[in-house]
């Protein structure tokens, strides 16, 4: 079975604009969850979304957006970019509620 | 809110060596608490878990321990080899109705010295 994907791997962008970043959830699963880590402030999550829905979101300024597509796959935007921005950007599946978060290589975001 | 305390921050042992990291929580109502291991470059991979109404967990060289009354849960490592040496994250549930809400520690540095 394969894991999480997600694209780009790497990105560079420079601050005000936007980027979109693309997750792959583990065939089957429903949930997917996003998580910024970054040195200072270790992982911390943004939000999740299970069957298109977004049931939870972490406190984070509004700039950061997601959405889920019928086919559980996921995007997670970030308008306005900031130099603070850059982090490493973690998408985790799973099945749902108390189930097992598998994670997947994350896209590493920097903003000049 | 859910607040996750992870110690020690690094950690430095002697191959063939036992590791343990201990986390402790805030949130009574958490009920599932995975560990996962960080290599560089990569994200973070699960390696074990263990739910509240478990004491205790072992998969060949890693255990985890659940304390509920004290709200701590700690990774013990034995017979350690250079490839346990990565960033090990603890993590607890937030208590919820629904969602899959995961607060997580701030990591600990293990270096296994051969």
């Known amino acids: 079975k394969a894991g999480v994907t997600q694209t780009p791997r790497y990105l560079i962008k420079t601050r005000g604009q936007q980027v979109t970043l693309s997750c792959s959830p583990i065939s089957g699963h429903r949930s997917v969850s996003w998580y910024q880590q970054t040195p200072g402030q270790g992982l911390q999550f943004l939000f999740e979304y299970f069957s298109e829905t977004q049931r939870n979101k972490g406190n984070f300024p509004g700039r950061f957006s997601g959405r889920q597509f019928s086919n559980s796959r996921s995007e997670m935007n970030v308008s306005t970019l900031e130099l603070g921005d850059s982090a490493l950007y973690l998408c985790?599946?799973?099945?749902?509620?108390?189930?097992?978060?598998?994670f997947g290589p994350g896209t590493r975001l920097l903003v000049l | 809110g859910e607040n996750v305390e992870q110690h020690p921050s690094t950690l430095s042992v002697q191959e063939g060596d036992s590791a343990v990291i201990k986390c402790t929580y805030s949130?009574?109502?958490?009920?599932?608490f995975p560990w996962y291991k960080q290599e560089l470059g990569k994200g973070p991979q699960l390696i074990i878990d263990i739910r509240s109404n478990v004491g205790e967990k072992k998969d060949q060289r890693i255990a985890v321990t659940l304390n509920k009354t004290a709200k701590h849960f700690s990774l013990h490592i034995t017979e350690t080899q250079p490839e346990d040496s990565a960033v090990y994250f603890c993590a607890a549930s937030i208590g919820q109705n629904y969602g899959q809400n995961f607060v997580f520690g701030p990591g600990t540095r293990l270096s296994v010295l051969p």
């Open positions: 985790a599946s799973s099945l749902g509620q108390g189930t097992t978060q598998y």
């Open positions: 949130d009574s109502a958490s009920n599932y």
